[in-house]
């Protein structure tokens, strides 16, 4: 047993030749992350760098050619029907654009029921917790007879994220999931990812290419380029005093004050997961 609830090691994406390429193309070499319960991991990088694609792995999606993908000490490319039935509700995402993720022609009911009604909760159950689901994520309860041309960006990422929450996950993977909004609308949305995560113990990997957005929600922060993990480590340092050329150059772009005003809070969220995930592997 370890402590991690996600354990990738040498992973290998490989996509096959086409079109513009005609030879196969590794998209991830040799990548290593680890996430524990409740963490929050920031996978930052160009574009290009293979971000989505680790996302991807992850989610059981991408051409893995090598390397292993542990979910709670199992291999996620080994499971059996009902154990990637099993993760399917544990693992979910959220993506960047919240204008494309959201069914136009379904009320949010709907869609927040979906997900319920598939796992076999009846109907009379699956309209409680949308109730408890749009209050989780700051949106009036009258929300769930509304179409989701009726909500702004921020509202529409809030449904999004709602959606993930339904099956009550342990892992999100959050694709870019703030860099549609405008700066104002992620600050609100990155703290009610932060909340969410007090609340009910989730972990993300959270993937973006902005680094302040990183580390505002991180834990620890990893770097990806052209298909490695370059970097990381401990939020703070890799955003303030990053090592590698590509870090330095983002960090160049736009400099992240250190201290800063969440370090403190920041400190102290990463020292409960590392107690909790201690007390894990102890047990
Ligand atoms: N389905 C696919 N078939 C072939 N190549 C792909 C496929 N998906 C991604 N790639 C290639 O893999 C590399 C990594 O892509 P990926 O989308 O993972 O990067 P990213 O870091 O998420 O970029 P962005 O920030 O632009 O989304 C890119 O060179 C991309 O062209």
New binding site residues.
């Given amino acids: 047993m370890t402590a991690a609830l996600l354990d990738v090691k040498d992973l290998e994406v490989s996509?096959?030749g086409?079109g513009f390429?005609a030879q196969p193309?590794r998209?991830l070499k040799g990548v290593s992350i680890d996430i524990k319960p409740g963490e929050t991991v920031g996978l930052v990088?160009?574009?290009?760098?293979?971000?989505?694609?680790?996302?991807?792995a992850v989610l059981g999606l991408a051409p893995v050619t090598g390397g292993s993908i542990l979910y709670r000490d199992r291999e996620i490319g080994h499971l059996n029907r009902a154990e990637r039935r099993e993760l399917s509700s544990e693992i979910q995402v959220v993506f960047q654009d919240p204008y494309s993720s959201l069914n136009p022609s379904m009320t949010i009911e709907q869609i927040l029921i979906e997900p319920l009604t598939v796992r076999g909760v009846s109907a009379a159950d699956s309209k409680k917790r949308v109730g408890d689901l749009l209050d989780q994520v700051q949106l009036p309860t009258d929300a769930r007879h509304r179409l989701p041309r009726e909500f702004s960006g921020g509202q529409r990422q809030r449904i999004a994220i709602a959606r993930a929450l339904a099956l009550d996950p342990k892992l999100i993977v959050c694709?870019?999931p703030v860099s549609a909004l405008d700066l104002s609308t992620q600050a609100r949305v990155l703290d009610l990812f932060i909340d969410i995560q007090e609340q009910t113990g989730v972990a993300y990997l959270f993937?973006s290419?902005d680094l302040a957005v990183v580390r505002h929600i991180s834990h620890r922060v990893a770097v990806?380029y052209h298909?490695e993990i370059v970097e990381s480590g401990d939020g703070d340092q890799v955003t303030a005093r990053p090592q590698h050329p590509y870090t330095q150059r983002l960090f160049m772009a736009a400099p992240i004050p250190d201290p800063d005003r969440q370090g403190e809070r920041r400190a102290l969220r990463r020292r409960l997961i590392d107690e909790q995930a201690a007390a894990t592997g102890a047990a």
Avoid: N
Wanted: aromatic share 8%; no cysteine; proline share 4%.
């Fill in positions: 996509y096959p086409s390429r193309f998209a990088g160009e574009s290009g760098s293979g971000k989505t694609t680790l996302g991807r694709d870019e993937i290419h990806m298909g």
